[in-house]
């Protein structure tokens, strides 16, 4: 398994972007898959986006609509989540996390290793 550590979170205005970075840590990152997931107060956690382990796949839910976009340098061991044209409702927390399987892995149960988050708040 690898261990993640999610980092780039803050405090941000309605429009703005923010850019967040996962740094794995152990062997193997550049064989999972790789996927963003949040989790706001009182709700549960919900995917985001996700990556192959090549980088050349990626899967985004719904709600993304082209604001984000995920990206991961297999040489540094990095997962990137650029937002964009962010909206109050993306207030939450944001978590990456490994998979074994393909990129089509959307649940948090086809994850196996997690970090432990970084809050992600826009707000004006």
């Known amino acids: 398994q690898v261990k993640l550590v999610e980092s780039g979170g803050g405090l941000v205005q309605p429009g703005g972007s923010l850019r967040l970075s996962c740094a794995a840590s152990?062997?193997?990152?550049?064989?999972?898959?790789m996927g963003w997931f949040r989790q706001a107060p009182g709700k549960e956690r919900e995917f985001v986006t996700s990556?192959?382990?090549?980088?050349?796949?990626?899967s985004d839910a719904r709600f993304v609509q082209g604001r984000f976009v995920v990206s991961r340098d297999n040489s540094k061991n990095t997962l990137y989540l650029q937002m964009n044209s962010l909206k109050p409702e993306d207030t939450a927390t944001y978590y990456c996390?490994?998979?074994?399987?393909?990129?089509?892995?959307?649940?948090?149960?086809?994850?196996?290793?997690w970090g432990q988050g970084t809050q992600v708040t826009v707000s004006s």
């Open positions: 152990g062997r193997g990152f550049s064989s999972y898959s």
């Open positions: 990556i192959s382990a090549s980088g050349f796949s990626t």
């Open positions: 996390a490994a998979s074994q399987l393909g990129v089509t892995a959307t649940t948090p149960e086809e994850y196996d290793s």
